[in-house]
């Protein structure tokens, strides 16, 4: 019970945290740019997560390398790295594939096809999946999920974390309206209305995927014993996924629409099968190279 109040109460911080930091930011911003106060608020959210999950660590004596499950070699954290990142190129590039396919997409025919656009929106989608990619596996897989399996055990840590792993996903800040005046507790009052999604039963598909990705994370982190692999395949899906909608436009209209969410026309059923289908063959591989290696 203490367990889990604590657990809570860490990504209560967090929302509040960063609700609140969101203004003195926006308004530090506001001299340089204009930033919308939503987009503001979602990352410093983002920042303040990952601040509270390393605070949560500290608070079991975790913070370490070993505890943010990082204590690997160099050239190990490469080839960890690497492999993921390949893992996650192969899965949504046949999710993609399965997508054009079925004529649930097609190529978007405003593209710019020259070869350094195309490098350029390449590199854009690499930086953000690799920024995403460790920023979400520190939290997720490395701080929380380590500070869980300390006091829990790795199942409900891996269980837990892949739920709200799959829900903070659907928090959702909306525009904050041209006649509202923005001050220390805006990000406060506006959060309500971020939990929006939860309400919509069509974004039942799109948790679902969410949350088997986050046990496919879980399990990489169980039985490599470290993030760098998630971070890896957490880029690559992520830079994969960033490059796709550049190319792409949803189609709609097909019999295979229910493939896909109704909001965002990707994640959704084939997604999750397809992710369950990976999951499946990344734990028989595993299971096989840790017998061979025992032998």
């Keep these: 019970?203490?367990?889990?109040?604590?657990?809570?109460?860490?990504?209560?911080?967090?929302?509040?945290?960063?609700?609140?930091?969101?203004?003195?930011?926006?308004?530090?911003?506001?001299?340089?740019?204009?930033?919308?106060?939503?987009?503001?608020?979602?990352?410093?959210?983002?920042?303040?997560?990952?601040?509270?999950?390393?605070?949560?660590?500290?608070?079991?004596?975790?913070?370490?390398?070993?505890?943010?499950?990082w204590n690997?070699?160099?050239?190990?954290?490469?080839?960890?790295?690497?492999?993921?990142?390949?893992g996650g190129l192969i899965i949504l590039f046949v999710l993609d594939g399965a997508l054009l396919l079925l004529g649930i997409y097609q190529f978007d025919a405003r593209v710019d096809w020259q070869a350094i656009n195309l490098l350029k929106i390449a590199f854009k989608a690499l930086m953000t999946g690799m920024l995403v990619g460790l920023v979400e596996e520190i939290i997720f897989r490395g701080a929380l999920f380590g500070g869980?399996?300390?006091?829990?055990n790795a199942s409900v840590a891996l269980l837990v974390t892949s739920l709200v792993y799959a829900a903070v996903h659907f928090l959702k800040y909306r525009a904050v309206p041209a006649d509202v005046d923005i001050g220390w507790l805006t990000g406060v009052d506006i959060f309500p209305a971020a939990l929006f999604r939860f309400s919509n039963p069509v974004t039942i598909d799109s948790f679902i995927t969410l949350f088997i990705l986050?046990?496919?994370?879980?399990?990489?982190?169980?039985?490599?014993?470290?993030?760098?692999?998630?971070?890896?395949?957490?880029?690559?899906?992520?830079?994969?996924?960033k490059f796709f909608n550049y190319l792409t436009n949803y189609s709609g209209g097909t019999q295979y629409d229910f493939l896909v969410n109704k909001i965002d026309h990707q994640f959704g059923y084939l997604a999750s099968g397809l992710l369950l289908i990976a999951t499946v063959i990344y734990l028989l591989s595993s299971r096989m190279i840790s017998s061979q290696k025992s032998s």
């Design 214 to 241: 986050g046990v496919l994370f879980a399990l990489i982190r169980i039985r490599s014993g470290s993030i760098i692999a998630c971070i890896g395949l957490h880029a690559g899906i992520v830079a994969t996924l």
């Design 72 to 86: 690997t070699g160099r050239q190990t954290k490469t080839k960890m790295f690497v492999s993921g990142f390949i």
């Design 1 to 69: 019970m203490r367990t889990a109040l604590i657990f809570l109460s860490v990504l209560a911080g967090a929302l509040l945290f960063g609700a609140i930091v969101a203004y003195p930011v926006y308004s530090v911003l506001a001299h340089f740019n204009e930033v919308p106060f939503h987009k503001v608020i979602s990352r410093t959210t983002s920042l303040s997560g990952l601040l509270f999950a390393i605070l949560y660590l500290r608070f079991y004596g975790l913070l370490s390398k070993e505890g943010l499950a």
């Design 148 to 152: 869980l399996s300390k006091q829990a």
